[in-house]
Nanobody
Framework: QVQLVEYGGGLVQPGGSLRLSCVAS????????IGWFRQVPGKARDGVGC???????YYADSKKDRFTISKDDAKNTVYLQLDSLKSEDPAVYYC?????????????????????WGQGTQVTVSS
Protein backbone atom coordinates (compact mmCIF):
# COMPACT_ATOMS: atom_id res chain seq x y z
CA GLN A 1 0.00 0.00 0.00
CA VAL A 2 1.36 3.33 -1.08
CA GLN A 3 1.51 6.02 1.56
CA LEU A 4 2.88 9.53 1.26
CA VAL A 5 3.17 11.80 4.28
CA GLU A 6 4.15 15.44 4.10
CA TYR A 7 5.96 17.26 6.90
CA GLY A 8 7.43 20.66 7.49
CA GLY A 9 4.65 23.13 6.93
CA GLY A 10 4.13 26.04 9.27
CA LEU A 11 4.12 29.79 9.68
CA VAL A 12 6.93 31.81 8.17
CA GLN A 13 7.50 35.50 7.62
CA PRO A 14 7.64 36.96 4.11
CA GLY A 15 11.08 36.35 2.66
CA GLY A 16 11.59 33.32 4.86
CA SER A 17 12.18 29.69 3.97
CA LEU A 18 10.71 26.30 4.71
CA ARG A 19 11.71 22.80 3.73
CA LEU A 20 8.88 20.37 3.20
CA SER A 21 9.41 16.63 3.25
CA CYS A 22 7.43 13.88 1.56
CA VAL A 23 8.12 10.51 3.13
CA ALA A 24 7.07 7.53 1.04
CA SER A 25 6.24 4.03 2.16
CA UNK A 26 5.04 1.06 0.17
CA UNK A 27 7.12 2.19 -2.81
CA UNK A 28 10.75 2.87 -3.49
CA UNK A 29 11.63 6.27 -4.86
CA UNK A 30 14.26 4.51 -6.93
CA UNK A 31 11.35 3.49 -9.15
CA UNK A 32 8.72 6.21 -8.77
CA UNK A 33 8.44 9.88 -9.58
CA ILE A 34 7.09 12.34 -7.04
CA GLY A 35 5.27 15.57 -7.81
CA TRP A 36 4.62 18.55 -5.57
CA PHE A 37 1.42 20.55 -5.76
CA ARG A 38 -0.28 23.27 -3.80
CA GLN A 39 -3.86 24.33 -3.35
CA VAL A 40 -5.67 27.25 -1.79
CA PRO A 41 -9.36 27.06 -0.89
CA GLY A 42 -11.62 27.64 -3.84
CA LYS A 43 -8.90 27.20 -6.43
CA ALA A 44 -7.66 24.29 -8.49
CA ARG A 45 -4.62 22.36 -7.41
CA ASP A 46 -1.49 23.94 -8.87
CA GLY A 47 1.59 22.01 -9.91
CA VAL A 48 4.90 23.07 -8.36
CA GLY A 49 7.25 20.54 -9.89
CA CYS A 50 8.20 16.91 -10.15
CA UNK A 51 11.25 14.71 -9.71
CA UNK A 52 11.74 11.48 -11.62
CA UNK A 53 13.12 8.29 -10.15
CA UNK A 54 16.58 9.11 -11.49
CA UNK A 55 16.52 12.60 -10.01
CA UNK A 56 15.61 14.74 -13.00
CA UNK A 57 13.58 17.71 -11.82
CA TYR A 58 10.95 19.68 -13.67
CA TYR A 59 9.40 22.90 -12.38
CA ALA A 60 6.36 24.90 -13.24
CA ASP A 61 7.70 28.06 -14.84
CA SER A 62 6.54 30.35 -12.09
CA LYS A 63 8.13 28.22 -9.35
CA LYS A 64 11.64 27.45 -10.54
CA ASP A 65 13.33 30.58 -9.23
CA ARG A 66 12.40 30.12 -5.58
CA PHE A 67 11.55 26.47 -5.13
CA THR A 68 13.93 23.49 -5.21
CA ILE A 69 13.01 19.82 -5.34
CA SER A 70 15.46 17.14 -4.26
CA LYS A 71 15.37 13.65 -2.84
CA ASP A 72 17.20 11.21 -0.63
CA ASP A 73 16.58 7.68 -1.84
CA ALA A 74 18.13 6.18 1.28
CA LYS A 75 15.46 7.94 3.34
CA ASN A 76 12.77 7.39 0.67
CA THR A 77 12.04 11.09 0.99
CA VAL A 78 11.53 13.95 -1.44
CA TYR A 79 12.06 17.53 -0.34
CA LEU A 80 10.62 20.84 -1.46
CA GLN A 81 12.71 23.82 -0.42
CA LEU A 82 10.69 27.01 -0.41
CA ASP A 83 12.77 30.20 -0.38
CA SER A 84 11.89 33.89 -0.46
CA LEU A 85 8.31 33.09 0.45
CA LYS A 86 5.73 35.61 -0.66
CA SER A 87 2.16 36.47 0.16
CA GLU A 88 0.94 34.38 -2.79
CA ASP A 89 2.60 31.20 -1.52
CA PRO A 90 0.31 30.18 1.38
CA ALA A 91 -1.45 26.96 0.52
CA VAL A 92 -1.73 23.33 1.43
CA TYR A 93 1.23 21.60 -0.20
CA TYR A 94 0.82 18.03 -1.38
CA CYS A 95 3.08 15.37 -2.79
CA UNK A 96 1.85 12.66 -5.11
CA UNK A 97 3.12 9.78 -7.20
CA UNK A 98 1.91 8.45 -10.56
CA UNK A 99 1.72 5.03 -8.97
CA UNK A 100 -0.70 3.52 -11.48
CA UNK A 101 0.75 5.11 -14.60
CA UNK A 102 2.37 3.09 -17.35
CA UNK A 103 5.72 4.72 -16.55
CA UNK A 104 5.56 5.61 -12.85
CA UNK A 105 9.25 6.55 -12.77
CA UNK A 106 8.63 9.51 -15.10
CA UNK A 107 6.87 12.78 -14.40
CA UNK A 108 3.55 12.61 -16.25
CA UNK A 109 2.34 15.39 -18.50
CA UNK A 110 -1.07 15.39 -16.88
CA UNK A 111 -1.70 16.02 -13.21
CA UNK A 112 -4.55 13.55 -13.43
CA UNK A 113 -1.99 10.76 -13.76
CA UNK A 114 -0.91 11.23 -10.16
CA UNK A 115 -2.91 8.54 -8.41
CA UNK A 116 -1.59 8.46 -4.84
CA TRP A 117 -1.56 11.60 -2.72
CA GLY A 118 -0.45 12.65 0.72
CA GLN A 119 -2.69 14.46 3.14
CA GLY A 120 -0.95 17.80 2.65
CA THR A 121 0.86 20.24 4.90
CA GLN A 122 -0.17 23.85 5.44
CA VAL A 123 2.20 26.70 4.64
CA THR A 124 1.31 30.13 5.97
CA VAL A 125 3.21 33.31 5.16
CA SER A 126 2.55 36.22 7.47
CA SER A 127 4.38 38.91 9.34
Amino acid sequence: QVQLVEYGGGLVQPGGSLRLSCVASGISLNHYAIGWFRQVPGKARDGVGCITSDGTVYYADSKKDRFTISKDDAKNTVYLQLDSLKSEDPAVYYCATPHDAAFPYLCPRSNSDFSSWGQGTQVTVSS
